[in-house]
């Protein structure tokens, strides 16, 4: 066999065992390579909606490829939900994860879509942020104390929220169940519907995560009568939170993160989890996020699923105690 024989098979022999090393790299590897999705269970113009947009933006820059956003509301949040619980674990479909379609939507329906701690990876803490209760301004209702009165007086008083199963339709629920006060729901789809009928008085009551609502509240067209917060907001630091009215029992956050189907590839993970840190922590992101009423803060995986794990071991038996059904 000659030198060039012999260099030619030599030459082969490395390229096939270049093909086959290729070949056994995991997916990860190469991810990612094409547009990722992040799905928000709620309909655009929410809190979720405008975190998940500005996740977006810089996710994008930092992993190489565009990430866009994908509304899809409904079921208190566990129509995104199933969605993402039911899609490939290959890294490119995600949900921007909250209280409610982790820790309350599952556990108000007949036959619970998901099982909200196997059926994720739950990648990323974002942070988190108290509700408003709130009144229209016509209503003439000043403070939480008056909302229990006029409650217990007409016999009812009717609410808004941003749907049903929200987190706002939840919380009316529980103060329903804890204090008496009988407060009915009224659902919309969305916030922006509901603080049109709310500035109109069409309805005097709302319950909502705080971030939509504080142009409102300074301009006067919406009265703050708490945060259900164990520490006021920096938005609003003059609103008593629930605690200080003694109603412990009421304290109720929504957290924000980012979760993707059950068993992503753990290298995916870490990745993308730092990735969510290194944005959280930009000057323009903590902007946004102060903005938004939402306390920003890096957590590693392993801390976001022992949180996630707290929240459902919470409010799940609180909703089903509740008795809250869509």
């Not at 930092?62 to 990430?67: A, E, I």
């Not at 029992?249 to 753990?266: I, Q």
Request: glycine content about 12%.
């Amino acid at each position: 066999m000659t030198l060039t024989t012999r260099s030619t098979r030599r030459g082969a022999l490395q390229l096939l065992a270049a093909g086959a090393a290729s070949l056994a790299l995991p997916a990860f590897a190469q991810w990612p390579d094409k547009p990722i999705k992040i799905i928000v269970t709620f309909p655009p113009g929410g809190s979720s909606d405008i975190l998940a947009r500005v996740m977006a933006e810089q996710l994008g820059k930092k992993l190489g490829q565009p990430v866009v956003v994908d509304n899809k509301p409904g079921a208190g949040g566990t129509i995104g939900g199933a969605l993402v619980a039911a899609a490939p674990a290959d890294g490119y479909t995600f949900m921007l994860s909250n209280t409610t379609p982790i820790a309350l939507g599952p556990f108000t329906l007949e036959k619970q879509p998901y099982d909200p701690l196997q059926a994720f990876t739950h990648v990323a803490y974002l942070g988190s942020a108290p509700l408003a209760i709130m009144a229209s301004k016509p209503s003439g209702i000043a403070s939480y104390a008056e909302l229990d009165a006029r409650a217990r007086k007409e016999g009812r008083l009717d609410f808004g929220s941003g749907g049903p199963g929200s987190i706002g339709h939840i919380h009316g629920e529980l103060i329903r169940k804890t204090t008496g006060a009988n407060l009915v729901h009224v659902p919309y789809r969305g916030g922006a519907p509901m603080t049109t009928d709310l500035i109109a008085n069409v309805i005097p009551v709302g319950i909502d995560v705080i971030t939509a609502y504080v142009p409102f509240f300074k301009s006067g067209q919406l009265v703050p009568l708490a945060v259900t917060g164990s520490a006021r907001s920096p938005l609003m630091p003059e609103v008593p939170t629930v605690v200080e009215l003694g109603q412990p029992k009421l304290v109720l956050e929504n957290f924000f993160g980012l979760s993707g189907p059950a068993k992503l590839p753990a290298d995916m993970v870490a990745r993308l989890n730092t990735a969510c840190n290194e944005v959280l922590v930009m000057p323009e992101v903590q902007k946004k996020l102060v903005e938004l009423g939402i306390v920003g803060k890096p957590e590693s995986t392993a801390r976001f699923e022992s949180f996630v794990k707290e929240q459902v071991g919470v409010l799940g038996p609180t909703v089903k105690g509740a008795g809250i059904k869509l």
